[in-house]
């Protein structure tokens, strides 16, 4: 279970990217927020998180740039 003590209630947007190699490895995660613990945590779940399948391209496997805003919500 995540400590949320360092968040009060609201919304957190932030921006996430990372790359799923075609080793199908999570890489080079990183976290654009001010609130560095919510940066750490955020990264830390997202290297735990297991590549099934690799992204391909005309039949090849390759490395995948994942790039993407997310917002939680803290009730």
Wanted: proline residues 5%.
């Amino acid at each position: 279970m995540v400590d949320e003590s360092y968040l009060v209630p609201g919304s957190y947007k932030f921006w996430l990217k990372f790359i799923a190699t075609k080793e199908n490895e999570i890489i080079n995660i990183t976290v654009t927020h001010p609130n560095k613990k919510l940066c750490e945590d955020v990264a830390n779940s997202i290297n735990k998180l297991k590549v099934i399948e690799p992204a391909i391209n005309n039949g090849k496997k390759v490395d995948f740039l994942a790039s993407f805003p997310v917002t939680i919500t803290i009730d």
